[in-house]
DNA sequence: GACAGAGTGTAGCCTAGGCTACACTTTCAC
DNA sequence: GTGAAAGTGTAGCCTAGGCTACACTCTGTC
């Protein structure tokens, strides 16, 4: 038996079946999307997480990264090489981290873009907490199309 | 500085910030959670499909398996054993895959969730194909709790 | 029944992202 | 100013999940 991925509707007109497997090369795309949005997550919630300590103790330390992501400080520290050389942050030994001006702009993009979903879970009746965890995933996975969507329904 | 993570609100009571940072061991939490959640997915993604093409072309072999997650089948194989290991399918050489009780269990779970998100995106206003990549990413982040508010909310 | 082509499996390599252990630097109290 | 505690950095280990290259098995055609 053979998926086509495609069927006939009422009218006549060849539609994509939305109740079957999509085409593959569809499906496969997709998929690799999705790897490639998780790849970034990590970074997306270390420059949200730094611009946040910033904002708030006026610095960045390590060890404060380290203890509100749940990891080791090595751990931590390893990541914040990867920032570097991704050209997101700057940091001197023992001086503590900060963002350059691309971390800064995708830190504000990256809280903007978790507030909105935090919003649109608890619009559509998600209790608070669930909503909370669950953004925490969740956010790095809307693509920009999605956002505008959760906007606009919020604004109505 | 330092960072509560409360504040009094306007009738005097202490409530957690809304807009602040959380506390941190509630953050720490949530990010490992959201880590957790994360290695979930790629065995989800493979439970799935593999239930799909069972369906629908009454085998599952390791090639159509990779073509559709757009990996090489080499990679597809490596996680194959993976699922074996964890007790949610079988294969035998040269033989395909199949999936056991606790396999298919879970299949049933993803794809009807996978389903639900795919919906609620749309009647938020989320068009087609957006929802349909997006929801490839976000279903994994999607509580038990998140999706009976997502059931809810389109049943009314 | 041979053989070509498709499919399968294994080996070996890589990076990301975890960890612990240990050594070094800085800071703060006295 | 010294010494202890806190913080930082490095080394080395692990697993997951990618890849290519290569060898083996199966299947369908002639
Ligand atoms: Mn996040
Ligand atoms: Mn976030
Ligand atoms: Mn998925
Ligand atoms: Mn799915």
Redesign the interface.
């Known amino acids: 038996?053979?998926?086509t991925g495609i069927m006939v509707d009422s009218a006549g007109t060849i539609v994509p079946r939305p109740g079957?497997?999509?085409e593959?090369p569809t499906?496969?795309?997709?998929?690799?999307?999705?790897r490639t949005?998780?790849s970034g997550?990590l970074l997306e919630?270390y420059v949200e997480l730094i611009s946040?300590?910033l904002g708030?103790?006026?610095e960045a330390r390590p060890t404060d990264i380290a203890?509100?992501?749940?990891v080791s400080h090595a751990t931590a520290i390893k990541t914040i090489g990867r920032l570097k050389r991704e050209g997101l942050a700057l940091a001197k030994p023992y001086r503590g981290v900060f963002l350059t001006e691309t971390g800064e702009t995708l830190a504000s993009r990256v809280r903007a873009r978790h507030r909105v979903v935090v919003d649109?879970?608890l619009a559509?009746?998600?209790?608070r907490e669930?909503?909370?965890?669950?953004a925490?995933?969740?956010e790095?996975?809307?693509?920009d199309?999605?956002l505008a969507?959760?906007d606009?329904?919020l604004r109505r």
């Not at 203890?67 to 749940?70: A, I, K, P, V």
């Not at 669930?130 to 669950?134: G, M, S």
């Open positions: 038996m053979t998926v079957g497997l999509p593959e499906q496969a795309s997709r998929f690799g999307k999705a949005a998780q997550a919630d946040d300590l708030s103790a006026g203890r509100r992501l749940g649109l879970l559509v009746g998600v209790p669930a909503a909370e965890q669950d925490e995933g969740i790095h996975h809307v693509s199309t999605t969507a959760f606009r329904f």
